[in-house]
């Protein structure tokens, strides 16, 4: 008797679904646009984001799976690809395996078919070859391992952009600032290792905590608004203000993380390698029709947010410290793209 797939897996087919339909045969659309005196901005996809914001909220997904925080890292990677970056270097990829290093790439490419086939079986089993494929990416700090969402980086080069990102639907008062102020000590320990890697911070908050903690929330905008000024934190922060009807709300206990993240195994101190619960099991596509057909509606207040706090600050920003730190002769679709931006 088939077992039901897991909550993260029913997300992660609806998710990929949403992406593919948002770049059909893999083309994306090019987010620079110039204005008549020429300054360069990035106008992000934010009905692609919407629709990703939607699907834990269908599924009813609590923030303990993890769910809800991954419909950012889905949008932030899918977003990478519209710069113009490899597919396959954003990390999460739009395909399983998540993780999937250039290198391996690389070989599955230059294979035959049947060897393609036979190293795809493999990479995609519960039990992957360590190092080869995983569905999250641990990055070495300068004290220790960090658990980043968000990642872009090769063999050749070390890690070239990571982006930690959290969200919080509740329990502002307890767990808010918590979150942040853990992130300014993940900063430093990834800043001080990977000093040339873009470094960003992207937080999800719901727009309930201006009415229920309007102080807390105030004072949360300013810490963001902080880290991103930091010479040794983030090169660039971002807010994401997530608002949706109080029916949509899934109950979460008193100790919720706000992200499903575990800072031990984050930290890679509790031994533990990727779980079953990790491993995608089989959706049907009739199950996907159906999830798209009935996202929950999601809205996002930009006026709450900071000029400086804005996705189309925090990626631009992003993507120009990436190509500023390599040669010229890498990432070259992506400096096309900005080259070739359209007048608004």
């Known amino acids: 008797m088939a077992t039901e797939p897991s909550t993260k897996a029913k997300a992660w087919a609806i998710f990929d679904r949403i992406v593919a339909d948002a770049a059909p045969s893999g083309e994306h659309s090019n987010p620079w646009v110039k204005d008549e005196g020429g300054a360069l901005s990035y106008e992000p996809d934010y009905d692609t984001l919407i629709k990703l914001l939607g699907v834990p909220l269908y599924l009813k997904a609590p923030t303990t799976t993890g769910v809800p925080a991954l419909a950012l890292d889905v949008w932030l990677s899918y977003e990478l690809r519209r710069s113009g970056f490899d597919a396959d270097a954003a990390w999460p990829r739009p395909s399983a395996p998540r993780i999937l290093p250039g290198p391996i790439v690389s070989l599955l490419n230059k294979v035959t078919a049947k060897e393609r086939d036979a190293l795809w079986k493999r990479l995609q089993a519960k039990t992957p070859p360590t190092g080869a494929a995983a569905s999250s990416a641990n990055i070495l700090g300068k004290n220790y391992l960090k658990q980043v969402d968000v990642v872009m980086s090769n063999w050749a080069a070390g890690p070239e952009l990571l982006i930690s990102t959290k969200r919080m639907d509740s329990s502002f008062g307890k767990n808010a600032a918590n979150r942040v102020e853990e992130s300014y000590g993940d900063a430093k320990n990834l800043r001080l290792r990977h000093p040339l890697a873009a470094l960003g911070f992207v937080y999800g908050l719901r727009s309930t905590i201006f009415d229920e903690s309007p102080d807390k929330a105030e004072w949360l905008i300013d810490l963001l608004q902080k880290l991103g000024r930091e010479d040794d934190a983030y090169h660039a922060v971002c807010l994401i203000v997530i608002e949706y009807g109080s029916h949509l709300s899934v109950e979460e206990s008193d100790d919720d993380q706000g992200d499903g993240e575990d800072p031990l195994a984050e930290a890679g101190v ?58 010229v002769n890498m990432h070259t679709e992506a400096r096309s793209r900005r080259a070739r931006a359209s007048l608004r």
């Open 270 to 327: 509790d031994g533990s390698e990727d779980s079953d619960d990790d491993i995608e099991e089989h959706v049907e596509q009739s199950d996907v029709e159906v999830a798209l057909s009935s996202l929950p509606p999601v809205h996002l207040p930009w006026g709450k947010v900071p000029v400086d706090l804005r996705p189309d600050r925090f990626i631009a920003e992003m993507v120009r410290r990436v190509i500023d730190a390599t040669p």
